[in-house]
């Protein structure tokens, strides 16, 4: 799908890439568009029809939000599949990049609408799987994972957890819709989602100077 938080420096950017400006965030900030835009890369080219059968609205919808990927440069004309009758769509990337601080304060509604989009289609996807879960093969079923771990960390340890968790992704083979045919049996697509989130301690309350204070705990996540 969408990569909200990965960082235009990064050796993995290539040509296949594209790195969010001013206008292609304003271009993506609404959610129809972004999950648009991730069914062309997971599945390949395809219909405005087709695709607003899988996001479950109209075709006209479905057209207009094409038309404007277009125009901003996300998505093109697949002129080898269309006909008079029928017009066909691809990515022209494979991944999208933002991770602009600068950018994201000039366009402040534009990124939270664009982010809020990511999250909301993670979740979405998420459950689609729990969903499916039990009619997996159990050899699928058992690398299922849902976790987190509470961790106090600087910036800098922050950031440099999010590039080696990056760098263990690299390793791995990446999927797009020709990888099938030269993977090896029994390999299937697998969706990593990886989230740093920082969760900055609250201001503390005043100490009471009325008595003793107990020291508390609560349960931690």
Same mark, same amino acid.
């Given at each position: 799908?969408?990569?909200?938080?990965?960082?235009?420096?990064?050796?993995?950017?290539?040509?296949?890439?594209?790195?969010?400006?001013?206008?292609?965030?304003?271009?993506?900030?609404?959610?129809?568009?972004?999950?648009?835009?991730?069914?062309?890369?997971?599945?390949?080219?395809?219909?405005?029809?087709?695709?607003?059968?899988?996001?479950?609205?109209?075709?006209?919808?479905?057209?207009?939000?094409?038309?404007?990927?277009?125009?901003?440069?996300?998505?093109?004309?697949?002129?080898?599949?269309?006909?008079?009758?029928?017009?066909?769509? %691809?990515?022209?990337?494979?991944?999208?990049?933002? !991770?602009? @601080? /600068?950018? *994201? #304060? =000039?366009?402040?509604?534009?990124?939270?609408?664009?982010?809020?989009?990511?999250?909301?289609?993670?979740?979405?996807?998420?459950?689609?799987?729990?969903?499916?879960?039990?009619?997996?093969?159990?050899?699928?079923?058992?690398?299922?994972?849902?976790?987190?771990?509470?961790?106090?960390?600087?910036?800098?340890?922050?950031?440099?957890?999010?590039?080696?968790?990056?760098?263990?992704?690299?390793?791995? %083979?990446?999927?797009?819709?020709?990888?099938?045919? !030269?993977? @090896? /049996?029994? *390999? #299937? =697509?697998?969706?990593?989602?990886?989230?740093?989130?920082?969760?900055?301690?609250?201001?503390?309350?005043?100490?009471?100077?009325?008595?003793?204070?107990?020291?508390?705990?609560?349960?931690?996540?």
């Amino acid at each position: 799908m969408t990569n909200a938080a990965e960082r235009p420096g990064d050796p993995d950017v290539d040509a296949d890439a594209v790195v969010l400006d001013a206008k292609g965030l304003r271009a993506l900030a609404h959610p129809v568009r972004v999950q648009l835009v991730g069914l062309l890369r997971k599945y390949g080219p395809s219909t405005a029809t087709r695709l607003a059968e899988r996001l479950g609205v109209n075709s006209g919808t479905a057209s207009y939000h094409l038309r404007q990927l277009g125009a901003a440069g996300f998505v093109e004309e697949d002129t080898e599949r269309g006909n008079a009758r029928e017009r066909w769509w %691809r990515s022209v990337h494979r991944t999208t990049w933002f !991770n602009d @601080p /600068e950018l *994201a #304060e =000039r366009e402040p509604e534009a990124a939270l609408a664009y982010e809020q989009s990511v999250a909301a289609i993670y979740s979405l996807r998420t459950q689609q799987t729990l969903n499916g879960l039990q009619t997996m093969p159990r050899a699928w079923r058992n690398t299922f994972d849902m976790s987190d771990w509470a961790l106090r960390l600087t910036p800098e340890e922050a950031a440099a957890l999010d590039r080696e968790l990056k760098d263990v992704i690299s390793r791995y %083979r990446r999927d797009d819709p020709g990888a099938a045919a !030269n993977a @090896p /049996e029994g *390999a #299937e =697509r697998v969706a990593v989602i990886t989230q740093v989130l920082p969760e900055l301690d609250a201001p503390s309350e005043p100490s009471s100077s009325s008595g003793p204070q107990e020291a508390e705990e609560g349960p931690t996540s």
